[in-house]
């Protein structure tokens, strides 16, 4: 992957609008990452190592860089987290004027977070080609701070920060109700340069020392949530061709590597996403005090550098497999005296490794294409009516490709963030999966009320995104329809 991505942000040879979502989150993704790289430089150093790990990949097939997708040259994920509620609505307003929307609902209350919250990312096949920058978007829950004191404290100190500038605020209002193309050039600018400000980093915090420890007691999340005058991303995410190849380069490098990969076991058939990380570094931070201007010295930790490599999507069944299996893993893990990694392995047996057995069985969503000289005009294939895909397939008529998997794995992530917060020794939570299906489901209907917009399933938009490519080949093919499924 290259160090950086072109200096004007865009790939395509025509200038798009200044305007245009897609041009707007690619420009404001670079400039994100070269704050990022100035604030933390270790996140630099990873981004080179991905570079590198990719290059060598690429040269023992004959590629080189210039050979991967333009998406995955520009790829990042970041992650920040809300305190209020009317955060999180006006970073929706935000996201949707950059062309990403809430996917997905994240109850971190299944891992002892208090927190829920969703990913704003593109959802269109065209956006995501262009750039898939996605932002897993975190928000407070008050109710789960089980300290009436540390409740109180948290909610009387965010109930007077102010995330959003007004100059973004009335950028904002234009945006939604004004014709863009009455909005120039500079106004996109604005656009930019005031967003960053919500990410940017903050060596002074707004409160003294002894209210973030109160905050910090109760649990980390809370105090970096409440105790900072900004919502500083605290890791921004390039992808990789191989996260174990990289994770022991980071090792061989002496960065502070995670222990292990998050996420599924190595496979020969890539699902979902895979994950790791460098641990949070321990930052200078001058605390407020009352009684003085220069404030009392302290740290803390929160930033980190992650990196991923995204497999397929899986469908609704193949998601109930991996769930099942990892609560099982995770259950060995606890009883036995065993490698979890190992345990994992063991476990994941039981899920096919093989790309035609995956998609024959309905577990892994796929995109479907005709090939290049297949296409008829008004029918006049020699197939007609009702043909089954694996026909279409086995005879060279049709190809297909897995869909990359676009969104996060809760648990994965809370593993991310408990090793950056120093584990349960230091003050971090105990990571179990714990059963809260309905709870969840009426929580899902709290965060959509004040996003103010429905949170779209990932499934649906997979389905939806097989389901648009099955169309299009019978379309092509001039066939009534392409059954999918087992064959009869």
Same mark, same amino acid.
């Given at each position: 992957?290259? &160090? ?13 609008? %200044? ?12 400039? =994100? ?5 100035? *604030? ?12 590198q790990v990719d290059t060598t ?35 929706? @307003? ?11 609902y994240y109850d971190l209350k ?12 593109? @959802?269109? /096949? *065209?956006?995501?080609?262009?750039? %898939? ?24 100190? =965010? ?5 959003? &500038?007004?100059?973004?605020? $009335?950028?904002?209002?234009?945006? $939604? ?12 600018? &604005?656009?930019?340069? /005031? ?53 022991? *380069? ?23 996403? +895979? ?27 929160? +930033?980190?550098?992650?990196? $991923? ?9 193949? +998601?109930?497999?991996?769930? !099942?299996?990892?609560?099982?893993? !995770? ?32 577990? !892994? ?58 584990? $349960?020794k230091s003050g971090g939570t ?12 009426? &929580? @899902? ?18 389905? *939806? ?24």
């Amino acid at each position: 992957m290259p &160090s950086a991505i072109p200096q004007n942000g865009i790939i395509p040879h025509e200038e798009p609008a %200044p305007w245009d979502p897609d041009h707007l989150r690619t420009r404001f993704v670079q400039a =994100l990452s070269d704050m990022y790289r100035t *604030e933390v430089p270790l996140y630099g150093k990873l981004v080179d190592i991905v570079h590198q790990v990719d290059t060598t990949i690429l040269q023992s097939r004959g590629q080189n860089l210039c050979d991967l997708p333009t998406r995955f040259q520009n790829e990042r994920h970041g992650a920040i987290r809300l305190g209020t509620q009317q955060e999180m609505r006006m970073i929706s @307003r935000l996201f949707a004027i950059m062309g990403m929307y809430p996917v997905g609902y994240y109850d971190l209350k299944m891992v002892g977070f208090p927190l829920h919250g969703t990913a704003f990312r593109p @959802r269109t /096949e *065209e956006s995501l080609r262009k750039n %898939p920058f996605r932002v897993f978007t975190t928000v407070l829950r008050p109710d789960l701070i089980s300290s009436p004191t540390a409740r109180e404290m948290a909610t009387s100190i =965010l109930s007077t920060r102010q995330l959003f &500038s007004p100059k973004l605020i $009335e950028l904002i209002d234009q945006a $939604e109700t004004a014709n863009t193309a009455s909005l120039t050039a500079k106004d996109a600018d &604005s656009l930019i340069t /005031e967003s960053l400000k919500i990410f940017k980093w903050h060596s002074r915090s707004s409160v003294p020392l002894e209210t973030y420890f109160t905050l910090k007691k109760e649990h980390p999340m809370v105090s970096d949530i409440v105790c900072f005058p900004s919502a500083h991303i605290n890791h921004l995410t390039p992808r990789t061709l191989d996260i174990d190849a990289v994770q022991a *380069e980071m090792i061989a490098q002496g960065l502070p590597a995670k222990d292990s990969i998050e996420g599924p076991p190595p496979r020969k058939c890539e699902i979902l996403l +895979r994950q790791t990380s460098f641990k949070a570094l321990e930052e200078k931070v001058i605390f407020a005090d009352g009684g003085t201007d220069h404030g009392v010295d302290g740290t803390h930790t929160a +930033r980190f550098g992650e990196v $991923e490599q995204r497999g397929a999507a899986v469908t609704r069944k193949g +998601r109930e497999l991996y769930d !099942v299996l990892l609560a099982k893993a !995770v259950g060995r893990s606890e009883k036995e005296d065993k490698d979890a990694d190992a345990v994992l392995k063991e476990v994941f047996a039981e899920y096919p490794d093989d790309w035609e057995v995956l998609r024959k069985e309905g577990l !892994v969503y796929f995109r479907y294409r005709v090939a290049g000289d297949r296409a008829v005009v008004g029918g006049g294939h020699k197939f007609e009516g009702s043909v089954h895909m694996d026909k279409l397939l086995k005879e060279g008529v049709v190809t297909c490709e897995p869909i990359t998997y676009e969104d996060f794995l809760p648990f994965s992530a809370a593993g991310i963030f408990t090793s950056n917060l120093g584990g $349960e020794k230091s003050g971090g939570t105990e990571r179990k999966l714990r059963k809260t299906e309905e709870e969840s489901k009426r &929580s @899902r209907v709290q965060l959509e009320e004040l996003l103010g917009r429905m949170i779209t399933s990932e499934i649906d938009l997979y389905d *939806e995104l097989q389901s648009d490519s099955v169309n299009e080949c019978e379309t092509l093919l001039g066939l009534n329809q392409i059954v999918l499924g087992a064959c009869k």
